[in-house]
């Protein structure tokens, strides 16, 4: 989701060991043990409604969490056993949506912009003398710039967010590959033994790499596995 300022961890995806207590109230306690934040459960998966069974089970939220009705049915919930959510159409979704929206990015901006430096650049140089460059100063330097600029006057279908611009200059590949695997893991993740997994910084790369390593864990997970995506506060 487009941003108006950098956030390091929007969503944070638990996993839950079969048998644990997986519902809202342990996934918010596991974010906060780890990560010290509050959040809320965001229904950001699509539920699996098989050929025969799921003309029943799609009435009923049974193995789901925070899940949520469209015609009646149930079609999108923030959690719950694996067996019963769609993955596979969650990240066809994202990919689908980031595709749409880097081609549209690179017809109105790149095709109109010079090539920007990126947040990360600024963030770097505040990083190595915050007396000389203020984080203030940092972000009014990397927003001036024409590219950044015209991100943040478009309208139109796309919304572009400026913090995204390494990834949408390294091409549309690489900027679905980063939407779709954030749409199964999110921005950190804490494993069913009690791990967390997060970008060791904030460049490109350093999440890249986090996707990487949290898809892996992700599909290592058995059907009977639970998982829950928060939305921090």
């Avoid at 959040?39 to 899940?67: C, E, K, M, N, S």
């Amino acid at each position: 989701m487009p941003t108006s300022t950098p956030i390091t961890v929007s969503v944070v995806t638990v996993c839950f060991a079969p048998g644990e207590s997986a519902d809202w109230f342990t996934a918010s306690e596991k974010v906060d043990e780890h990560l010290g934040a509050n959040g809320t459960p965001q229904r950001r998966y699509r539920i699996r409604h098989r050929r025969l069974v799921g003309a029943f089970t799609r009435w009923f939220g049974y193995q789901l969490v925070d899940a949520a009705r469209r015609f009646g049915s149930f079609m999108f919930a923030a959690g719950g056993r694996i067996s019963r959510l769609d993955l596979t159409a969650t990240v066809t979704q994202a990919n689908n949506d980031a595709i749409a929206r880097h081609r549209a990015w690179k017809h109105h901006i790149a095709a109109t912009t010079p090539v920007a430096r990126t947040w990360e650049f600024f963030l770097a140089q505040h990083h190595a003398d915050p007396k000389k460059i203020s984080w203030e100063e940092a972000r009014r330097r990397f927003e001036s710039q024409q590219r950044v600029l015209a991100m943040l006057a478009h309208t139109g279908v796309h919304t572009f967010d400026p913090y995204e611009l390494e990834a949408y200059q390294a091409g549309e590949n690489t900027y679905a590959a980063l939407h779709w695997r954030m749409a199964l893991v999110g921005d950190a993740l804490i494993t069913a033994e009690g791990k967390l997994l997060q970008p060791s910084g904030p460049n490109l790369a350093d999440r890249l790499r986090y996707l990487r390593d949290a898809c892996a864990y992700v599909r290592g997970l058995r059907r009977n596995h639970y998982v829950c995506a928060v939305a921090i506060n």
